[in-house]
């Protein structure tokens, strides 16, 4: 059995003056609800023995972010093809993970992340699947219970869709801003 956790990257800021979006910081809303997420998975006691990144400035500032709530460090591999990547990319680098990580955290950008989940996990009367369709949130994690024994093996509506939590969930002040 093998646990793909996706953590989409905390909110970021679109007035800072940045002259690409790979540069975008995360703003003050952002680095909470990054911070919220650690502290949830650390009360999970959820544990990775994989971690794989986008270079991304907000995803590398999300990760430290939910390292501070998480109490220890998320040490990442960085993979440039997981910035602004497609479903398609994004089970190509799954089914390159080690065969010998089990519990993987994948850090990235929609709408790849929320494809990526609506690819493997079945179209059924499921809740939580529905929310991801709905709508996947900055900062939000959903975790993916694939029963393969090697990453290779990984295939649409193989998974099964076990947590989507938002940091709205777990504060309602990092929902959806009123504007």
């Known amino acids: 059995m093998k646990t793909l956790t996706l953590l989409r990257h905390a909110k970021s800021g679109w007035n800072d ?38 270079p991304a400035i907000r995803v590398v500032e999300t990760l430290g972010e939910v ?46 992340l929320e494809d990526l989940v609506l690819q493997l996990v079945p179209d059924c009367q499921d809740l939580l699947r529905d929310a991801v369709e709905a709508k996947y949130p900055t900062a939000s994690i959903a975790e993916l219970g694939l029963p393969i024994d090697d990453w290779a093996k990984a295939a649409p509506a193989g998974a099964t869709l076990d947590r989507f939590i938002r940091p709205r969930d777990l504060d309602p002040s990092l929902g959806p801003d009123e504007d």
Do not use: Q
């Not at 910035?83 to 990580?101: G, H, I, N, W």
């Open 67 to 112: 390292a501070t709530g998480y109490g220890r460090a998320l040490d990442a591999v960085w993979d440039r093809r997981i910035y602004l990547a497609s479903s398609a990319t994004l089970l190509d680098l799954v089914r390159e993970l080690p065969a010998s990580a089990s519990r993987v955290l994948l850090v990235g950008h929609n709408p790849g």
């Open 17 to 54: 003056p940045v002259t690409r979006d790979f540069d975008r910081p995360l703003n003050p809303k952002g680095r909470r609800a990054a911070t919220m997420i650690g502290r949830h998975l650390r009360s999970l006691d959820i544990a990775f023995d994989h971690v794989v990144a986008s």
